[in-house]
């Protein structure tokens, strides 16, 4: 069954797989997937889930924000109902009872949509361009590393043992042969990833020792947002079904590069479906150099979102295992080291890869950050800077290079709060602000090491 089926579909397709049981997802700030599991029967009978809203201030390690702003943005834990989007339902492949599990949007009792979470701030975001005629156009590349089981967070991370009972100790970019080291797990992935209609297009083996990228099929960014975190899910599951780990951790091993979540994005005419990043003539439009310059302007300031981690800044810091992650928001024809690439392309395919992202983001704000820059460059007619030809690397790091100056830049930033909800970024920015302070209570070992006889 297709995942865009209409809601009166539900019954039918509950019937058609036996379904007994429902998980009742939806994903928080992180992209943890929050939800309550429902017998199928009460759930096709109209009985809908409740969480508080209080789901979307929560910090990564399980608490809260404690401080006067968000108590202003959330001042009571108001009861959200959960209602599910037909076009997310999807089987959950590895269960043993025949299980659903449907990705929900929130809403108040009194009806109104719940501006903290993150899938309704794609939506929002989404309605300003229909609200031009114009529909965005995404394609994902989410990179991830398969590493050994590890139950003791003081040990480092280790690649995992393939088939040939070896770990990778070198450089395997693009190799077949280091990719089916891990064939059982990836015949699996795949064999749940079909159950699920996730619409995966390549597997490629990344830069890292068992690093590797999956891309997805272009299309719809809710839809593929959704693919992106169900897909994650089932990597999790198929690798941990196969005594190994994935990561979307953006910088997991110090001495291997980081992983990314790239996404290449396009504009169609409503109307008509035409690439509008195209001229007439095949050439590159003036709405494509907008975009770009609204990249351009705001990427450096919705950085907690493509890069929402103290971990995701050790991926964009420049050293000799940083591979090719980004540390600028410069533009280019066919080059790797820009922020901002734009592949070679018939004119209908016109479009720009934001390299920026670490894996570690929620797509759903990924997609809703970088489309809320482009549209601001749209709606200012703001120009890019000349195309940058040949390397970028020398030019310096351009963009925030921790996570606390990022959040600082955020909250200065006006226009993006304006388009991607004031509530919901100051409660973004308490929750991050919350986790920042709580990775400072912890002594590392760097610190035991360098300071612990010498100062
Ligand atoms: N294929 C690539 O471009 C590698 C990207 C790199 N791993 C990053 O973190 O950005």
């Known amino acids: 069954m297709s995942n865009r089926q209409e809601q009166p579909l539900l019954n039918d397709w509950f019937q058609n797989h036996g379904i007994t049981e429902v998980e009742c997802l939806v994903s928080d700030l992180t992209g943890i997937l929050k939800g309550k599991i429902m017998p199928a029967g009460k759930y096709l009978n109209g009985g809908r889930p409740r969480l508080p809203d209080s789901i979307f201030i929560q910090t990564v390690t399980g608490g809260y924000p404690d401080d006067e702003d968000i108590r202003f943005w959330n001042p009571a834990e108001r009861d959200m109902e959960l209602v599910p989007d037909a076009n997310a339902v999807y089987l959950v492949p590895w269960a043993e009872d025949p299980t659903a599990q449907i990705i929900h949007d929130c809403f108040y ?4 949509p719940v501006e903290l979470a993150p899938r309704y701030v794609l939506k929002r975001v989404l309605e300003l361009y229909a609200a031009r005629g114009w529909t965005p156009v995404i394609a994902p590349e989410v990179e991830f590393y398969l590493v050994k089981t590890n139950t003791d967070s003081d040990y480092p991370l280790e690649p995992p043992i393939g088939r040939t009972g070896r770990q990778e100790s070198s450089r395997q970019s693009f190799s077949i042969d280091a990719v089916n080291e891990f064939d059982p797990l990836f015949e699996e992935m795949y064999d749940y990833c079909e159950a699920m209609n996730l619409d995966l297009d390549t597997l490629i083996h990344e830069e890292g020792a068992g690093q590797m990228e999956v891309n997805f099929q272009h299309g719809d960014p809710l839809c593929l947002a959704d693919q992106v975190v169900m897909f994650k899910r089932t990597l999790r599951e198929t690798a941990l ?16 590069p980081g992983s990314s979540m790239h ?23 003036k709405l494509f150099h907008h975009f770009l310059g609204g990249l351009q302007r705001y990427l450096p300031s919705v950085m907690p979102l493509l890069a929402p981690n103290v971990n995701s800044y050790r991926r964009l810091m420049r050293t000799e295992t940083s591979g090719s992650a980004p540390i600028n928001v410069e533009w280019g024809m066919d080059n790797r080291t820009v922020g901002l690439r734009v592949p070679v392309s018939p004119p209908e395919a016109t479009r720009v890869e934001n390299r920026l992202a670490g894996a570690d983001a929620n797509p759903y704000l990924v997609m809703a950050a970088s489309l809320a820059c482009g549209y601001l460059g749209l709606m200012g007619r703001l120009e890019p800077r000349p195309p940058m030809v040949g390397s970028a690397w020398s030019g310096g790091n351009k963009l925030p290079d921790d996570i606390g100056p990022a959040l600082d830049l955020l909250h200065d930033c006006q226009p993006l709060a304006d388009i991607l909800g004031e509530r919901f970024i100051h409660s973004y920015l308490a929750v991050k602000r919350a986790e920042h302070r709580a990775y400072f209570q912890v002594i590392s070992s760097w610190e035991r090491e360098h300071l612990l006889l010498r100062v």
Do not use: C, W
Request: glycine fraction near 10%.
């Open 109 to 112: 009792l009194t009806g109104e």
């Open 241 to 256: 079904r196969h005594g190994m780990y994935a990561t979307f951790m953006a910088k997991p091993m110090a001495n291997e």
């Open 263 to 285: 996404i290449h994005q396009s504009l169609l005419d409503a109307k008509d479906g035409h690439n509008v990043f195209a001229d007439a003539d095949g050439r590159p439009s």
